[in-house]
């Protein structure tokens, strides 16, 4: 089977390009190559499975192809917010919320040792993360639920009144779980940093090298417009842009955030703004707004209702216009927040292209007729550890090795069906206009 693809993405800067030295491009592919693995996209995903493939097969030889520069999608374009659990799983026994937490604690720990073994210089915060609850009824489920898993151990705590206040002076927050053990990471610091260790470790990286076409069978054909690499094994790596591959074209949604940076602040300064010691902050809305803090205070803050999302048709990964409207949109929901910083300048906009499935549960898992297809995509929206995590976890499918995945929800998940286009794209603005929520499926955790 030969697939046609459209891989361009767009370039809007992010507040992370715009803080971050990318240093010298890889060359792009200008021949044809063989390799034992050939993998698509060139963030978390990509660069985690590639690292960890190397590592545990050096013997074997893997490219990974990326369209522009790496860390360019979505991995260079969040909120940096660094989150437990698995976005669209509610777990309700205490057996199955230690089990997602200890495997979500397992990727940022070891997000951490790599920072601290070969990149020290990557900017990652680590003191708390908040979901603020806007709503009482909301909010007193909230508590109970946390009280309940404080008591089985896990590190999250209910906060309310002053002590809330002291931390995020949030305008009509009623509580807020804070989960001192996430924080903000600087993604494209880490991209970079993980790029260095592939290589180091004999993985070939070619940059600036979309894909075009691919030819699948036992052994697989990825073409770009200088050359080509066969390989037995393929990885997509492409997550909200793997559509656009010519797969997964009716389980994965490319759903398109718009976020925006202020000018740095001192952290003093925001304090009295309203933003006190945590790294980050989510609401409880189905669209929801979130935000985090780096260390030289600049706020960055995304999301908070249907405007700043956007589905563009025929699932494009382009901005078809420059996106003034969701900006202020954004903006203004940021100021509504937090009033006292309505007039702290913006430095930076930009959009993210994050994959998001039916019931928001990512899958990772193996296809293909031969069952040489690898691929993790749907992270929506919690992409920074579950991308990671998602290296560690394709390359135990990688050596057929199924048995430390098989009891976690996103292990070959079956992803729920998404029309076609016209009607994609009228259910989606149908939906999010009428309700104000986001078209979704309502699993519970198996």
């Not at 979500?104 to 915060?125: C, D, L, N």
Request: proline content about 5%; glycine content about 10%; some cysteine.
């Amino acid at each position: 089977m030969i697939r046609t693809t459209s891989l361009d993405l767009d370039d809007n800067a992010s507040l992370w390009a715009a803080t971050c030295e990318p240093g010298p491009a890889s060359p792009p592919l200008m021949t044809e190559r063989t390799a034992d693995v050939v993998i698509v996209g060139g963030g978390f995903t990509g660069l985690s499975t590639a690292i960890a493939i190397a590592r545990r097969f050096p013997d074997r030889g893997v490219v990974v192809l990326e369209a522009k520069r790496v860390g360019n999608g979505a991995s260079g374009r969040n909120g940096g917010m660094a989150l437990h659990w698995v976005n669209g799983v509610d777990a309700t026994s205490e057996e199955r919320c230690k089990r997602l937490y200890a495997v979500t604690t397992g990727a940022i720990e070891k997000m951490r040792s790599t920072i601290a073994e070969h990149a020290p210089h990557v900017r990652f915060r680590q003191d708390g993360c908040l979901e603020v609850y806007t709503d009482a009824k909301r909010a007193e489920e909230a508590q109970q639920k946390t009280e309940k898993m404080a008591k089985w151990g896990l590190p999250v705590r209910w906060l309310a009144g002053e002590e809330l206040r002291k931390v995020c002076d949030a305008e009509g927050a009623v509580g807020a779980v804070l989960d001192p053990t996430t924080g903000q990471l600087h993604g494209l610091d880490y991209v970079l940093a993980l790029k260095g260790l592939a290589i180091s470790l004999g993985v070939t990286i070619h940059e600036e090298s979309p894909v075009r076409s691919i030819e699948e069978g036992r052994t697989h054909v990825v073409r770009t417009d200088g050359g080509s690499v066969r390989a037995p094994t393929l990885v997509l790596a492409t997550n909200g842009y793997t559509p656009r591959l010519g797969y997964l074209a009716d389980r994965v949604f490319p759903l398109h955030s718009h976020a925006i940076a202020t000018a740095p602040l001192p952290l003093e300064r925001w304090k009295e703004l309203g933003w006190g010691a945590i790294a980050g902050f989510t609401d409880d809305l189905d669209r929801i707004a979130y935000a985090t803090m780096t260390a030289d205070g600049r706020l960055l803050f995304g999301g908070g209702g249907n405007a700043a999302y956007s589905y563009y048709y025929g699932g494009r990964t382009s901005r078809p216009d420059d996106g003034a409207a969701a900006f202020a949109f954004v903006h203004d929901v940021l100021k509504r927040y937090f009033p006292k910083a309505a007039d702290v300048p913006l430095a930076q906009r930009w959009t993210g292209t994050l994959g998001v499935t039916m019931s928001r549960v990512c899958s990772m898992g193996v296809a293909g007729e031969h069952r040489n297809v690898l691929y993790a995509v749907g992270y929506s929206g919690h992409g920074v550890v579950l991308a990671n995590l998602a290296g560690d976890v394709l390359c135990d499918l990688y050596a057929d090795h199924h048995d430390p995945w098989k009891d976690l929800p996103f292990y070959e998940r079956r992803m729920g069906w998404i029309p076609p286009e016209p009607a994609r794209w009228l259910g989606y603005q149908v939906m999010t206009r009428l309700t104000g929520k986001s078209p979704r499926t309502y699993e519970v955790d198996r």
